[in-house]
């Protein structure tokens, strides 16, 4: 018997040893990096900002893949599941936030089953209109909705998204209803309405400013405590009589739970340093990002914010996944 416990405990002892070595010699293979979210979104589009830059730092390929589909839960449920070796991250939007509270049978926990690595950066959402729309205003949208409930509709990211917990807290506060379109992700959504398929949008003011830039959408409201940065003649929700409601779009990089600390910190320093590198940092600022670039445990606390903020949310309005 004693034999047999000493081989045991040198064998966990080899395992620990080889274990450690391995986060030390980290990484020493292509390192993949899931988007919960399709081609086209910010989401996306910020993770192949990184591409090259993460790649220059850690020595080795950066595969940026595409795992869309149920506001997140399907590329993040990739992530949870996957080994703790650090070569399998996940870039996550605001929404993974309320999937905890909103998608039953969530194959994972969002707070015990992933790793923490950072909050990338933060934007207020903006709510805009086809140019052809009849809303010109956010009196506009609120008198239609008051006169004929449902009428007006508008499309987000996606069921449970930031954007459609936001339109229906507001609708709440201000006794009206608006039909909600879910789509999935921001690519979809974006192209719906620049083509006039739905009248109006909420999003990510990195998603939608471009193109309020460019003259093809119509900005009605921010919805932030203070005006956007980069849209400064936009008016806040605040500002239009939805008095101390302020909401914000976030960006976040997990891994699978039990990643060695010191692989997750070679990874933040890397990942740390794309994001502030000139090219990256200026392109997320145009787009309205404030960048964050939190520590791991900053993160936690964030989402640990963000998990409880929009249960009461879901619950007090009966949100369900569609």
């Not at 039990?258 to 997320?284: D, Q, T």
């Given at each position: 018997?004693?034999?047999?416990?000493?081989?045991t405990?040198?064998?966990?002892?080899?395992?620990?040893?080889?274990f450690?070595?391995?986060?030390?010699?980290?990484?020493t293979?292509?390192?993949?990096?899931?988007?919960?979210?399709?081609?086209?979104?910010?989401?996306?589009?910020?993770?192949?900002?990184?591409?090259?830059?993460?790649q220059?730092?850690l020595?080795q390929p950066?595969?940026?893949?595409?795992?869309?589909?149920?506001?997140?839960?399907?590329?993040?449920?990739?992530?949870?599941?996957?080994?703790?070796?650090?070569?399998?991250?996940?870039?996550?939007?605001?929404?993974?936030?309320?999937?905890?509270?909103?998608?039953?049978n969530?194959?994972?926990?969002?707070?015990?089953?992933?790793?923490?690595?950072?909050?990338?950066?933060?934007?207020?959402?903006?709510?805009?209109?086809?140019?052809?729309?009849?809303?010109?205003?956010?009196?506009?949208?609120?008198?239609?909705?008051?006169?004929?409930?449902?009428?007006?509709?508008?499309?987000?990211?996606?069921s449970?998204?930031l954007?459609?917990?936001?339109?229906?807290?507001?609708?709440?506060?201000?006794?009206?209803q608006?039909?909600?379109?879910?789509?999935?992700?921001?690519?979809p959504?974006?192209?719906?309405?620049?083509?006039?398929?739905?009248?109006?949008a909420?999003?990510?003011?990195?998603?939608?400013?471009?193109?309020?830039?460019?003259?093809?959408?119509?900005?009605?409201?921010?919805?932030?405590?203070?005006?956007?940065?980069?849209?400064?003649?936009?008016?806040?929700?605040a500002?239009?009589?939805?008095?101390?409601?302020?909401?914000?779009?976030?960006?976040?990089?997990?891994?699978?739970?039990?990643?060695?600390?010191?692989?997750?910190?070679?990874?933040?320093?890397?990942?740390?340093?794309?994001?502030?590198?000139?090219?990256v940092?200026?392109?997320?600022?145009?787009?309205?990002?404030?960048?964050?670039?939190?520590?791991?445990?900053?993160?936690?606390?964030?989402?640990?914010?963000?998990?409880?903020?929009?249960?009461?949310?879901?619950?007090?309005?009966?949100i369900?996944?569609?």
């Amino acid at each position: 018997m004693t034999n047999v416990f000493t081989r045991t405990l040198a064998a966990i002892a080899l395992a620990a040893c080889a274990f450690t070595a391995a986060a030390q010699e980290w990484p020493t293979q292509p390192i993949h990096l899931i988007v919960a979210f399709p081609p086209g979104g910010t989401v996306d589009q910020f993770a192949r900002l990184v591409q090259a830059p993460l790649q220059q730092a850690l020595g080795q390929p950066v595969i940026v893949e595409n795992r869309a589909g149920g506001s997140g839960s399907i590329g993040t449920a990739v992530v949870a599941k996957a080994a703790p070796d650090g070569y399998t991250w996940v870039c996550v939007f605001d929404t993974h936030g309320v999937n905890q509270s909103l998608i039953p049978n969530l194959p994972y926990d969002t707070l015990k089953d992933l790793s923490p690595l950072m909050l990338i950066g933060v934007s207020p959402m903006l709510l805009a209109a086809n140019p052809n729309s009849p809303y010109k205003t956010w009196a506009d949208i609120v008198a239609a909705s008051r006169k004929d409930p449902g009428s007006v509709a508008f499309g987000t990211i996606g069921s449970g998204s930031l954007g459609h917990l936001a339109m229906a807290s507001v609708g709440n506060k201000l006794g009206f209803q608006m039909t909600h379109i879910p789509y999935k992700g921001g690519g979809p959504l974006t192209q719906d309405v620049l083509a006039g398929h739905v009248p109006l949008a909420i999003g990510s003011g990195a998603l939608l400013s471009p193109h309020v830039i460019s003259g093809k959408l119509r900005p009605i409201a921010v919805t932030s405590a203070e005006r956007f940065s980069a849209l400064p003649n936009v008016p806040t929700l605040a500002e239009l009589g939805v008095t101390g409601f302020a909401a914000y779009s976030w960006w976040g990089v997990n891994g699978p739970a039990g990643v060695p600390p010191a692989i997750v910190a070679k990874m933040h320093k890397a990942y740390a340093e794309a994001l502030r590198s000139p090219a990256v940092k200026e392109k997320l600022e145009q787009q309205g990002v404030t960048l964050r670039v939190s520590s791991p445990e900053e993160y936690q606390r964030f989402i640990e914010h963000e998990v409880a903020t929009w249960a009461a949310v879901v619950k007090a309005n009966g949100i369900k996944p569609e």
